[in-house]
């Protein structure tokens, strides 16, 4: 069992950075991957970004090129740092693990992960 919560959202204007992070707890041992997803109101969740135990990561379209996520393995903490941000940006952030095997090298964000962090709002105007 893994409990995640995240931190350091907050309101930017349109090319603004913010960098959030997502303190994991409880047994973490055997997470394969963790990620980062988003949701702003009325659309669908979409993934962010994700990284695996080897640090080999993965990110949607969208934010290729703008945000960055790594990881501190031995505080068991992830991170997102977010450059340029867009006003499209403005979302609910969340923090999600999973301990299961990975078909490939990378962690797709298709992927189905178990644990879930509360969310951190990330709000970016014009």
């Known amino acids: 069992q893994v409990q995640l919560v995240e931190s350091g959202g907050g309101s930017v204007q349109s090319g603004g950075s913010l960098r959030l992070s997502c303190a994991a707890s409880g047994y973490t041992y055997t997470t394969s991957c963790m990620a980062w997803f988003r949701q702003a109101p009325g659309k669908e969740r979409e993934g962010v970004a994700s990284?695996?135990?080897?640090?080999?990561?993965n990110y949607a379209d969208s934010v290729k090129g703008r945000f960055t996520i790594s990881r501190d393995g031995a505080k068991n903490t992830l991170f997102l740092q977010m450059n340029s941000l867009k006003p499209e940006d403005t979302a609910t952030y969340y923090c999600a693990a999973t301990d299961s095997q990975l078909r490939f090298r990378s962690c797709p964000l298709t992927t189905d992960f178990r644990s879930w962090g509360q969310g951190t709002q990330v709000t970016v105007s014009s």
């Open positions: 990284i695996t135990r080897l640090g080999i990561t």
